[in-house]
Nanobody
Framework: QVQLVESGGGLAQPGGFLRLSCAAS????????MGWYRQAPGEERELVAR???????NYADSVKGRFTISRDNAKNTVYLQMNSLKPEDTAVYYC??????????????WGQGTQVTVSS
């Protein structure tokens, strides 16, 4: 019913940049919080950045000053601009959205994940 489609992942050099996009589609009334998480092999999934429906943001300490999260409510899309990339940013990045399906039902959804690799 609801699908999160991610794009923009790939390979970048240290110091380079990538822009991730995540578009939500389906039977959606509105979307509250949206966020990006990442998981490296053998490690726990961690919050990278989060943005509320009102535009308030929160970032992991490791990405502050380098990453920027934004959203386009008309397109049900969230973005993650990733600058000054480091090898330790290498991970699978997952989109997450808190979706209001109707006036009585709210559900949380995950994207399938997109690989980001930072290497020279």
């Amino acid at each position: 019913q609801v699908q999160l489609v991610e794009s923009g992942g790939g390979l970048a050099q240290p110091g380079g940049f990538l822009r991730l996009s995540c578009a939500a589609s389906g039977s959606i009334l509105s979307i509250n919080d949206m966020g990006w998480y990442r998981q490296a092999p053998g490690e726990e999934r961690e919050l990278v950045a989060r943005i509320t429906g009102g535009g308030s943001t929160n970032y992991a300490d490791s990405v502050k000053g380098r990453f920027t999260i934004s959203r386009d409510n008309a397109k049900n899309t969230v973005y993650l601009q990733m600058n000054s990339l480091k090898p330790e940013d290498t991970a699978v990045y997952y989109c997450n959205a808190d979706v209001l399906l109707n006036y009585y039902t709210r559900s949380n959804y995950w994207g399938q994940g997109t690989q980001v690799t930072v290497s020279s």
